[in-house]
């Protein structure tokens, strides 16, 4: 089945330049063009369509508004904004609707690898009530303390990018949707940024302070916890597998993407959770009783229940934010790493093993431990020996 | 005897009381000296206030005849002493210049000193050597005993005049600051289908050469004689693969697209780049119809969703000496005024604004009209005042239309009127002159527009 993409903008030249142009896509994508956001309504009434690349700047309907219609009567599909525009309050109404921002000029190899990666995802996650759920999200909760602080950070005058940056970087939510703005188009070149403390560096406080404060890219967590979940422990859990991830990934190779990505990768490994427990509480919680009584992992658990797990939601969420692959690849394997089909050292290898050996060390209850290392994957990248170290490495960082 | 005793008597009465009137006549005359002393103290003590005064400081009476004049008086208008010269001489000859000197106010002076003070300064041009200034002055006048005394304080304005400049220079910097986002986008929308026309035509062409080198081998076999079936398939199948009827229908729009694109953007640039010359105080040719064009191309991102823009301009129209960059800043005021009113008070499909040129006997008008919400007529009068504005602090600075006041009445003799409708339209009239005006005229208060 050919993936298929609708252009719209009010230029008729841009669409025929893409038109002629994206030729080559002709035997893998089927490819639709809509003269402004009214004629792209009408088309998408009568077909569907898998993604939409639109422009920002468009007269009556324009890119933010047509986008946010979209996100409501179609939620499952992929929505991309393709603009010259740079004036950042047009820019913050887009950032709830869009997924991923790309700034014209374009070259075709951004624009068509940028489609690939948000729709090769769909394969992986394939209820289509979670693809649908997932890809409605514009922003993940965050604790209540944090946001408000942050909050009253950014009130003051003597706010502070470094505590704004540790802030954000001790928040999952809030780091995710970091990432996603400063690693797509929305405020300037995209950057493979994966530290939230360089990406809110990279903003500075004139862009983050509207966001936070106007353009509400961060909510709090209004949600209680119920048994098995807590947002806080989330957070803590995530945090120290982040830590555990670096601490490994140093040990390999001191090379300082792949140590902050594995960092980010393990902040973010189970955001499929959150995700999941924020949004369908009752049937998470069914779960979680499932994997207690059944004394089986949380995601053999979630298969039975939801039909896939947390690390294809999460996966697919940060795939559609335009996150950079390695991470993107983290979350999704973390429990099957084999699938992944790897063969060397990754973000992914830092965190399998950091979720596994932090595991008997931040349990959700006393039940014993339910991961496993996955010997086979960690012998055919050959890092097995390495193992050992790895694991005095993780319960020492617990206790300094 | 007795006699004797008695004159002696009176005699030492005498010479008592004239040792009396002696001392007294002794006390009296110093306290004369000292009071002197005081008097010739205070008389000092003020003259050396107002030689030394920062401004310059002239006082002449009814006749022109000046009394006294100070040191930055001597400084300012370039003299060893202007003591007992006509006052109008330090001053260019116009017909403004009594009344500005000579000041007299309505009600009668019943009182021996009256002092008036003045209500605003006026410009002048000063005379200094052959040299010509702009001064500020502010003139007073007191009568003592019948005598009449104005006294005049002059200030030198040259070095506020330059200031005032480089202050016009930077705003204008600061609009072309704020253009350039627009105008960014402007050029990228083009860009972007000129590079994917000219890949589609690069990946197209690659297709075609092995097209034509198919082509080729077949002409070079029919012509020796040989087989050609086989040729033939591979170019049919060739042709099919590459999809040839598309190509033949796309090359033409790709290559004529890619044109207007180039076209679009150097526009841009070329208007830009007229917009932004440097404010100069010499006039030279201006189009004043390209003028208007120029503006208009390099604010178009701030109107496309905004307004429509009609322009009605006068083939006719000759250019004008004027100052090119001004005047540009001048349209682009007016015009940003317009969306701005257009875009907060009306939905986006019905705000017009026209633009009109006329050329008239010795002058060239210029009508802009907007379908805004107008101007309220309690604060048409001070529009053009410096410093005023509606907008929220921080968002405006109150210099747009003092600026194009300036330029337009000031540095082109020119005129600007404007007519309001509420709710319904708000109309700018400029009219300037065709022939140059000598001299750099005196700033006269924007009260004048109305």
């Given at each position: 089945m050919k993936t298929k993409v609708l252009f719209v903008d009010d230029e008729a030249n841009v669409l025929s330049g893409l038109r002629r142009m994206l030729r080559s896509q002709r035997d893998v994508w089927t490819m639709e063009f809509a003269n402004g956001g009214a004629a792209a309504l009408e088309l998408l009434q009568q077909e569907t369509f898998d993604v939409i690349v639109s422009d920002m700047r468009m007269p009556a309907i324009d890119g933010a508004e047509l986008l946010m219609r979209v996100a409501n009567q179609y939620p499952h599909m992929v929505r991309l904004v393709l603009s010259g525009q740079s004036e950042h309050e047009k820019i913050f109404r887009a950032i709830g609707p869009a997924h991923q921002f790309l700034s014209k000029p374009c070259d075709p190899e951004m624009l068509i690898s940028t489609i690939e990666r948000a729709c090769g995802l769909r394969s992986q996650l394939q209820d289509e009530a979670l693809q649908k759920l997932t890809s409605q999200i514009s922003c993940l909760p965050s604790l209540p303390n944090i946001y408000r602080e942050l909050v009253q950070e950014l009130e003051s005058d003597e706010a502070s990018i470094d505590r704004i940056g540790k802030m954000i970087g001790s928040d999952i939510g809030m780091s995710a949707k970091i990432l996603q703005l400063v690693n797509s188009s929305?405020?300037?070149?995209?950057?493979?940024?994966?530290?939230?403390?360089?990406?809110?560096?990279?903003?500075?406080?004139?862009?983050?302070?509207?966001?936070?404060?106007?353009a509400n890219v961060f909510k709090q967590y209004e949600g209680s916890d119920f048994a098995g979940f807590s947002l806080e422990q989330s957070i803590q859990h995530g945090l120290a597998v982040a830590t555990a991830s670096r601490a490994i990934a140093e040990t390999v190779e001191d090379i300082s993407h792949l140590v902050d990505d594995s960092f980010i990768a393990g902040m973010m490994h189970d955001v499929g959770k959150l995700i999941l427990a924020v949004n369908l509480p009752e049937k998470y919680s069914s779960a979680l009783n499932l994997a207690d009584e059944g004394n089986i992992a949380i995601w053999e658990a979630e298969k039975q229940v939801f039909g896939t797990t947390h690390a294809e939601v999460g996966a697919h969420l940060l795939g559609l934010w335009g996150l950079p692959n390695p991470i993107v690849e983290a979350v999704a394997f973390h429990h099957k790493p084999t699938a992944s089909g790897g063969t060397c050292f990754a973000p992914l290898t830092a965190v399998h093993v950091a979720d596994v050996l932090q595991e008997p060390l931040y349990p959700s209850d006393n039940a014993p431990a339910k991961l496993r290392l996955d010997r086979d994957y960690l012998a055919s990248i050959d890092v097995l020996d390495r193992v050992e170290n790895w694991v005095t490495l993780v319960k020492s960082e617990v206790f300094a | 005897m007795a006699d004797v005793e008695l004159l002696q008597r009176r005699l030492d009465r005498e010479r008592a009381a004239r040792k009396a009137a002696e001392s007294l006549l002794e006390q009296k005359s110093l306290e004369v000296y000292e009071a002197n002393q005081k008097l010739q103290d205070l008389a000092d003590r003020t003259n050396a206030i107002v030689e030394t005064a920062a401004e310059g400081i002239i006082t002449y009476d009814c006749d022109g005849i000046v009394r006294s004049f100070n040191r930055s008086a001597k400084r300012i208008f370039g003299v060893a002493s202007g003591v007992d010269q006509n006052i109008r001489m330090f001053f260019k000859d116009n017909p403004r210049r009594d009344s500005v000197l000579f000041p007299c106010w309505a009600y009668d002076d019943g009182e021996n000193i009256d002092q008036h003070s003045p209500s605003e300064s006026a410009e002048?041009?000063?005379?200094?050597?052959?040299?010509?200034?702009?001064?500020?002055?502010?003139?007073?006048?007191?009568?003592?005993?019948?005598?009449?005394?104005?006294?005049?304080?002059?200030?030198?304005?040259?070095r506020r005049k330059q200031l005032e400049a480089r202050l016009g220079q930077a705003q204008k910097m600061e609009s072309v600051g704020q253009l350039a986002a627009g105008i960014a986008h402007e050029i990228n929308t083009p860009i972007q289908f000129v590079g994917d026309n000219i890949r589609f035509l690069q990946s197209a062409f690659n297709d075609i050469a092995?097209?034509?080198?198919?082509?080729?081998?077949?002409?070079?076999?029919?012509?020796?004689?040989?087989?050609?079936?086989?040729?033939?398939?591979?170019?049919?199948?060739?042709?099919?693969?590459?999809?040839l009827p598309f190509l033949r229908e796309e090359f033409p729009g790709a290559i004529q697209q890619s044109i207007q694109g180039i076209e679009r953007v150097a526009t841009i640039v070329r208007a830009m780049k007229d917009f932004s010359q440097p404010a100069s105080e010499s006039k030279s040719s201006v189009d004043i119809n390209l003028a208007i064009?120029?503006?208009?191309?390099?604010?178009?991102?701030?109107?496309?969703?905004?307004?429509?823009?009609?322009?009605?301009?006068?083939?006719?129209?000759?250019?004008?000496?004027?100052?090119?960059?001004?005047?540009?800043?001048?349209?682009?005021?007016?015009?940003?005024?317009?969306?701005?009113?257009?875009?907060?008070?009306?939905?986006?499909?019905?705000?017009?604004?026209?633009?009109?040129?006329?050329?008239?006997?010795?002058?060239?008008?210029?009508?802009?009209?907007?379908?805004?919400?107008?101007?309220?007529?309690?604060?048409?009068?001070?529009?053009?005042?410096?410093?005023?504005?509606?907008?929220?602090?921080g968002k405006g600075t109150g210099q747009g239309l003092a600026f194009v006041y300036d330029v337009i009445v000031n540095k082109h003799d020119g005129a600007i009127h404007v007519q309001s409708t509420a709710g319904q339209s708000t109309t700018f009239i400029i009219s300037l002159p065709t022939v140059n005006s000598p001299e750099p005229r005196e700033q006269s208060h924007a009260h004048a527009a109305h």
């Open positions: 929305f405020f300037g070149l995209p950057q493979h940024v994966t530290c939230p403390k360089h990406a809110v560096a990279m903003l500075g406080l004139d862009i983050i302070r509207p966001l936070v404060l106007s | 002048l041009i000063g005379v200094r050597g052959h040299e010509k200034f702009f001064a500020e002055v502010a003139i007073s006048r007191t009568t003592h005993r019948a005598q009449t005394t104005f006294t005049a304080l002059v200030r030198d304005l040259s092995e097209l034509l080198d198919a082509f080729e081998e077949l002409a070079t076999t029919v012509a020796a004689g040989g087989p050609a079936d086989c040729l033939l398939k591979r170019i049919q199948n060739q042709s099919e693969i590459v999809d064009q120029n503006t208009l191309d390099v604010s178009r991102n701030l109107y496309r969703d905004i307004a429509v823009v009609e322009t009605f301009l006068d083939t006719e129209l000759k250019p004008i000496p004027g100052l090119a960059g001004q005047l540009n800043q001048c349209l682009l005021n007016i015009l940003t005024n317009a969306f701005e009113a257009i875009r907060d008070h009306h939905d986006l499909k019905t705000g017009q604004i026209s633009i009109t040129t006329r050329k008239l006997d010795d002058c060239v008008e210029i009508v802009i009209e907007d379908n805004g919400p107008g101007i309220p007529t309690d604060i048409r009068d001070r529009i053009f005042d410096p410093f005023f504005t509606t907008k929220e602090v």
